[in-house]
Nanobody, 125 residues
Framework: QVQLVESGGGLVQPGGSLRLSCGVS????????IGWFRQAPGKEREGVSC?????????YYLDSEKGRFTISRDNANNTVYLQMNSLKPEDTAVYFC?????????????????WGQGTQVTVSS
């Protein structure tokens, strides 16, 4: 049974940092990409970033995050991270990680096979 568990969310002041973690279990191989998505109240879920199984392809989907967010992957520990720096109030959302079986990433949420329960990130003074 595949499970994804996010952690690391919380309340942070503008300009602060958080590192989100996505623990993955249940896969029999490493052939899956991991995407981070977020959903703010009243808004649709949007893709944030994605990393392939061997970390050879990394994509950031939001112009607003470029240079501030960094995705990384530790296959030895089955964990994917999203380092978020210089956080802004508009980054406030529930952040989800999701697994897409196979090699490629996608910014389409419907293509992902497994989802975590989400972790709340609130950026506020």
């Amino acid at each position: 049974q595949v499970q994804l568990v996010e952690s690391g969310g919380g309340l942070v002041q503008p300009g602060g940092s958080l590192r989100l973690s996505c623990g993955v279990s249940g896969f029999t191989s490493l052939s899956y990409a991991i995407g981070w998505f977020r959903q703010a109240p009243g808004k649709e879920r949007e893709g944030v970033s994605c990393i392939t199984s061997s970390s050879d392809q990394i994509t950031y989907y939001l112009d607003s995050e470029k240079g501030r967010f960094t995705i990384s992957r530790d296959n030895a520990n089955n964990t994917v991270y999203l380092q978020m720096n210089s956080l802004k109030p508009e980054d406030t959302a529930v952040y989800f990680c999701a697994a897409l079986t196979g090699y490629y990433c996608s910014h389409y949420a419907f293509r992902y096979d497994y989802w975590g329960q989400g972790t709340q990130v609130t950026v506020s003074s």
